[in-house]
């Protein structure tokens, strides 16, 4: 659980509020992890963390590239079958960032200068990081250093950075040292080795290495021009780096330059008159591959460059400028009158597409490019919480993330023999498609990430309408999740009445593993199923060459799809009759309820206070799990079934994951609950700006970024599309007068806005678009603005659902559990059973 | 599951059937591993492997001493709160057994010398291992060789190696190297160092290390004596060991030595004429401590060896001999008329003694001191499997095993207070007292070790009537392990039936993890909460000042005893009206059934060929758990229900592990299904005679040879004693025609014997003991001779509980699951669902 957030919380002097850009306008080296994850600039395939260009002091020093991993033989303290074995950790690409200044050959270190001045601004339309800072010398002499820094949209490979230096008073002697450094293996500037231990997976943590990961291939130095290349040591992969330069300036200057192993750098001398500027632009090029030589990778770096310099600087700006104006006229969600909110809600979106713009056929890791947390790996974040975005916005980036899964699907196939079932069983964590988990009851055994892959599938194809990509890519992924889920799961009998179960999984709460009929898994496979049974019909319909292919290739028969449905219409859905609620797994409600309101905030998060035992035999929620099923399957239950189920597990759950508040937000909207949905919007918005979980220094958190969008769109703008209908029943907050969004839907692209008292839709791209508002059905046309009326926005609930209230009504009902509070024995808190008999 | 027993699988031309010794009459080094532990010499305290006095070829040279270990820091591949930190694993002791022999300064290697006659023995009665060889040297000459070895169970520190050499055919110079060698961090003669990596723990094997584990403290030779003392560098323990030597013969000879930091050597160069004997004897002595200084060690090592020289070799084995003599007199358990059966009874009783004698406050490893498997730690084994037989035979050496719990008591308090529990949580696995299992799930989760140690301490005192340790030390774990218990559990009521229950445990099948008001569980945490209520009352009874004394030290309140009371009275006790019998959790029957007659021989056992997640979702069990609750708490289950769950439980149980078949025995005589007892019983009984298991390599099961005497005594003879009171109903094997066993009941021992028509019982030592025979009261006193006729042998059934059957009373009764059966799909068996919709 994180901090709740304040707005008085973030000090607004410092960073000032701009709805288009992430202002610091003060120095501040007490938080450089937060500032560093915050000020990341990516494009999803490089990703340059927010340290400064001198690339000294720092929280982690942080250059990467997508998909760019070392891999390590996991060593389980007790091993046994099937346990993941090969552990995979993002590792730090050779680092092309700095720019080291010396003036009066005193180097230029940001926490030990002197700073008269400072700003820096990552903006969010040019996509560009630029820092301003008035430098007095040891020597009393005023220095001006203005410096930029972007990864580029538009040429996947390249990186552009700036410095100008001006002597405001007095002349100096100036040396730029442009360096490329190898941080995974070499030592840092205060002789300190990156990464020395190398010993198991801190789940949140990079892992480090004892070995020299990246082994030297290439080196070479000509002119302005360095390259250096490597071989990932147990990976096999490949990886060049190029930086060139250019030089401006009305001083005097000589270069020269040296490179080794681990370091190439490139110096300029100068001899700096007052008032008279000089700039170095370093253009940057990355190439990486799973094993293809190194020099073919350096020539590709050396192409990425010509290129780039022949278009110049300007130039690059320019497109980059250019790119994001499109990104934003497809994405941008806007809050009227809420500057400090619409400037979070950008930040976040900015940061959703740096993490995926240009992933391509790397996946979207839990942290972005912005840190080494969760070791860079691929989870279902991106299909659940950040792909509804993209799909309605930059269904493009979309279709790559999901041609990522269809990549990884031999290796699905082959875990899933592992696991003793048919088809094709995703890793819960991964970079190169293998299971990198390496505790399966809150890894392996969350096997609902089968499903949430082809639902995403499912959400990008009908949103889109590329049934293309279904039927001659995705179709074989959503029949191998399909047959994994029909093999998993099994008939069972009772009073004539049988139901297709699955026992021994673990849902998207990690406080509660290994379990029977988890409803999420449940009606998650239900819809996998089903939807490989709807998928193949419709390619056949569509597509029909492609979808005989298919059938051939995966041996299809029509009793197998009959089976699919027949699972599917027959799905356990277990329901508690006494509580009139859906128990998030068949024996959930038999267990102790614990007490959070009397568990001290320093036992927060529970996973870190408590035994995985203790934590599992309790009631007591991680993250949205029953409630994560209302949203994304909102087709499945009932009004009054949501409300009930909501008021149940809001009170249990923690919060601990950031995961969950979007989504509580969400269902909280829904039901009625409208100040609590508020809360829990403003808590996601600002879980990484105001650092609410104490870790965005590793990283920011993506999904909770992705997710924020749904809890925009669907949360207060009320739509719903699990069947592929785009249904509205928006819920705008009391205190917030419009809120608009744009969707593209099959190309054409809408901009919905949400007012207190109608909704509009108004075409910008395209010809026209469906939609129902309150079940009533409206189409909108080019030219058009479709106004509906709105009664309201819908009910509103007094505060929020009450644990004590839920304790009094088992009192009163008298059939089943005794509350337990967690009370203080020895050193820490106890659950503790207060009641006897 | 090991392979089924088969009386022509043991080369009875090699192992000659003995009554009282295992005997081997044809030298093969083949299986050399098998051997090594079958012919292992210990008194519980330091144990020696069968290895030859050369030391030279094996499979595992084994030198321990009980208790002597290294801790080091386990690595969680994933970590979290309150896993295990600390693993512990038993060294190999500095080795004193070498005694080389050279003739013509040729060694003497036994598997490559030319062997002409080869006689083994491990003599039950004398204690001794003894071995004659004729050898035949490269030169032609031939040589007798004839060692003997002995762990004095009279004098815990001191073993006593004997070794005559005669040239039968020509003279020869003679050399004798005798020699301390630590092999833990040494090279052996090979150049290979024993232990050169040390990563995780193979659960069923010994970790090793990658730094120096001896660190030398001491040496010195001083005559025919040398001294090699070491600090254990990361568990501090100290360890010292010495050797003398004493020589006879009416050669010529002389002696030198050299010493070293791992390698001392008492060298005598013999002259040896044709005829002419040479006799060495070696006396040693180890010492351990965990922590006195290594200078006292070395010095008890020399009152140890200046004592034993002074009694002399002949002396020493006589007090051997008469020790053993008294053994055997208290525990002597004897099958008329099947002398295989008898030399395999008297082997396991031999080892089982041979593990535990002297063991005194260390622990009885899974293995005993026999091979390193397991790492050397004490599990539950000790308590329910091995300590029924010391009680009634050996009860001091039972109350030592005891002691070293009540020492532990400190450490599983803490582990309590890591656990969020109340009271004192012992650890599934240790040395030292502290939790070493890395994998909770099967480890930790069982709960299940606190009432077994509780359950232990209960037949100790009501077979004993050592109250005085109960008042003085005992109730201290009585009380802490019913605290425990007090605390895990909650009440939960429902319409009006409100009982005590107790999740997320598991019990000791381990094919199912983490579950529900697990049978055994329960029943065993009633006895545990109930003989907490009753011991107080016993000592506030007998040992009123203990009484008083214990309640403050514990701060214990008539409130507390009361809640207990209650706990123990309404514990939950799952029962399925259905089936009619107890599931052995809560959920256990909702599970699909594996369908173990279609799984595939290389594919046993299951968890080395399946993800814990496939078979933790099946109904398979590992190892009896319900069944053994029905032995352990007869009491408490009618005989109706006896025979159903036995029948339910049977057929899905695997024997993958060797807890299980002694205790399937003693169910299946009581139900009537009498041969199948008899199987279970010899398949128990052969288990590491004829390596059924095929990891007797690793060293000897000795629960499984523990439970064999209650298999005798319980099974075949009908005892049972929760109550306290000796109550009989003997099913005598069809096959035999006589049975019979001592007990010593409050120092009183009897002997009973089965026949066919009567039980017969007679007082050996003491007065008087009471017993029942089918509900019928019977009181033997010293000098008469009671005989109780017997009406046959209980029920007879014929055959063995189905599995198909099973399917078929399902399919009758319409009411659950289908069955599953495991089929081929990739390359691993795949459990899967065969019936659909």
């Given at each position: 659980m994180g901090r709740e957030w304040n707005p008085e919380d973030i000090d607004r002097t410092r960073f000032t509020v701009d709805e288009w850009s992430l202002r610091e306008d003060r120095?501040?080296?007490?938080?450089?992890?937060?500032?560093?994850?915050?000020?990341?600039?990516?494009?999803?395939?490089?990703?340059?963390?927010?340290?400064?260009?001198?690339?000294?002091s720092n929280h982690e020093q942080g250059s990467y590239v997508s998909g760019l991993h070392e891999t390590w033989q996991i060593h389980h303290a007790e091993d046994a079958f099937g346990f993941a074995t090969v552990g995979q950790s993002m590792v730090n690409a050779p680092d092309a960032r700095p720019m080291r200044l010396y003036v009066d050959d005193e180097p230029f270190i940001p926490d030990k200068a002197e700073i008269l001045d400072y700003h820096r601004r990552l903006d969010f339309r040019s996509g560009e990081l630029t820092r301003e800072i008035l430098w007095r010398t040891p020597e009393g002499k005023l220095v001006s250093i203005q410096s930029s820094r972007l990864v580029s949209f538009t040429q996947r490979h390249?990186?552009?950075?700036?410095?100008?230096?001006?002597?405001?008073?007095?002349?100096?002697?100036?040396?730029?040292?442009?360096?490329?450094?190898?941080?995974?293996?070499?030592?840092?500037?205060?002789?300190?080795?990156?990464?020395?231990?190398?010993?198991?997976?801190?789940?949140?943590?990079a892992a480090a290495f004892s070995h020299r990961v990246f082994e030297p291939r290439y080196r070479d130095q000509q002119g302005l021009r360095s390259v250096l290349g490597y071989r990932v040591a147990k990976s096999g992969m490949t990886v060049a780096v190029a930086a060139d330069h250019r030089i401006e300036t009305g001083n005097e200057y000589q270069t020269s330059g040296t490179i080794s192993?681990?370091?190439a750098r490139n110096v300029f001398e100068i001899e700096a008159r007052e008032g008279v500027p000089t700039t170095v632009t370093k253009y940057v090029a990355y190439h990486t591959s799973n094993g293809y030589p190194v020099q073919e990778l350096v020539d590709r770096c050396g192409r990425t460059l010509d290129r780039a310099m022949a278009d110049g600087a300007e130039e690059i700006r320019r497109q980059q400028r250019a790119w994001l104006d499109e990104f934003w006229e497809r994405s941008d969600v806007r809050v009227a009158d809420q500057p400090e909110i619409q400037q979070a809600v950008r930040f976040n979106l900015f940061q959703v597409i740096q993490a995926s713009a240009r992933?391509?056929?790397?996946?979207?890791?839990?942290?972005?490019?912005?840190?080494?947390?969760?070791?860079?790996?691929?989870?279902?974040?991106?299909?659940?919480?950040?792909?509804?975005?993209?799909?309605?916005?930059?269904?493009?980036?979309?279709?790559?993330?999901?041609?990522?899964?269809?990549?990884?699907l031999d290796q699905a196939r082959a875990r899933a023999v592992e696991l003793s079932v048919d088809g094709a069983l995703f890793p819960w964590r991964t970079i190169n498609g293998e299971e990198s988990s390496a505790y399966y009851a809150a890894g392996t055994a969350q096997y609902h990430i089968d499903a949430d892959i082809t639902y995403a599938i499912a959400k990008y194809v009908r949103a889109t309408g590329d049934t293309e990509f279904l039927a001659r890519e995705a179709i074989d992924v959503v029949v191998e999740t399909a047959r994994m889920w029909a093999s998993l799961g099994f008939w069972r009998g009772f009073n004539g009445r049988r139901t297709f179960n699955i026992h021994g999984v673990t849902?998207?709460?990690?406080?509660?593993?290994?379990?029977?009929?988890?409803?999420f898994t449940n009606v998650m496979a239900q819809f996998n199923l089903q939807y490989a049974v709807d998928a193949l019909a419709e390619i056949a319909l569509k597509h029909p060459d492609d979808a005989a292919l298919a059938r051939t290739r995966l041996h299809i028969t029509d009793d197998e799809v009959e089976r699919w449905a027949q699972q599917a219409a027959h799905m356990e859905i277990p329901f508690n009759e006494h509580f009139g609620i859906h128990p998030q797994d068949e024996q959930f409600l038999d267990r102790e309820v614990w007490d959070l309101a009397g568990t001290p905030l320093d036992k927060r998060p529970l996973l870190l206070h408590f035994h995985p035992l203790v934590i599992y035999r309790f009631q007591v929620i991680k993250q949205a799990d029953t409630v994560l099923a209302l949203y994304l399957r909102s087709d499945a239950f009932t009004a009054h079934e949501k409300l009930a189920d909501f008021e149940y597990y809001d009170p249990i759950t923690t919060g601990d994951s950031t995961l969950s508040g979007g989504v509580q937000s969400i269902v909280a909207a829904e039901v009625g609950y409208q100040e609590l949905a508020y809360d829990y919007f403003v808590n996601a918005l600002f879980t990484d700006l105001d650092n609410l979980h104490r870790n965005t220094d590793d990283g920011l958190h993506m999904a909770c970024a992705g997710v924020l969008w749904s809890a925009l769109v669907s949360g207060f703008g009320g739509l719903r599309d699990v069947t592929g209908e785009l249904a509205f029943d928006p819920r705008l907050p009391?205190?917030?007068?419009?809120?608009?969004?744009?969707?593209?839907?099959?190309?054409t692209r809408v901009r919905f806005t949400?007012?207190?008292?109608?909704?509009?839709a108004e075409v910008e791209v395209g010809d026209r678009v469906r939609f129902t508002v309150r079940g009533r059905p409206y189409e909108v046309r080019a030219g058009q603005l479709c106004v509906v009326p709105l009664d309201g926005q819908g009910p509103v609930l007094p505060g929020e659902p009450d644990i004590s209230q839920l304790g009094e009504l088992r009192r009163e009902d008298g059939t089943l559990l005794t509350t337990s509070i967690p009370v203080q024995t020895g050193s820490i808190p106890l659950p503790h059973t207060v009641a006897e008999a």
């Open positions: 120095f501040d080296e007490r938080d450089f992890g937060h500032t560093e994850a915050l000020f990341t600039v990516s494009n999803g395939y490089i990703g340059f963390r927010g340290n400064y260009e001198e690339g000294r390249l990186a552009l950075m700036r410095l100008t230096v001006t002597m405001v008073e007095g002349d100096a002697p100036i040396a730029l040292s442009c360096q490329i450094l190898n941080r995974q293996d070499g030592e840092d500037e205060f002789g300190v080795v990156q990464h020395s231990l190398g010993k198991g997976i801190e789940p949140r943590k192993d681990d370091r992933a391509e056929q790397r996946g979207i890791p839990a942290k972005g490019l912005t840190g080494s947390g969760y070791n860079g790996h691929y989870f279902w974040d991106g299909e659940i919480f950040i792909l509804p975005f993209l799909v309605y916005s930059n269904p493009e980036v979309a279709r790559n993330a999901l041609r990522t899964r269809v990549q990884m849902g998207p709460d990690e406080y509660t593993t290994v379990v029977n009929n988890n409803l009391e205190r917030w007068s419009e809120l608009s969004f744009p969707l593209t839907v099959q190309s949400v007012t207190r008292d109608a909704l509009r």
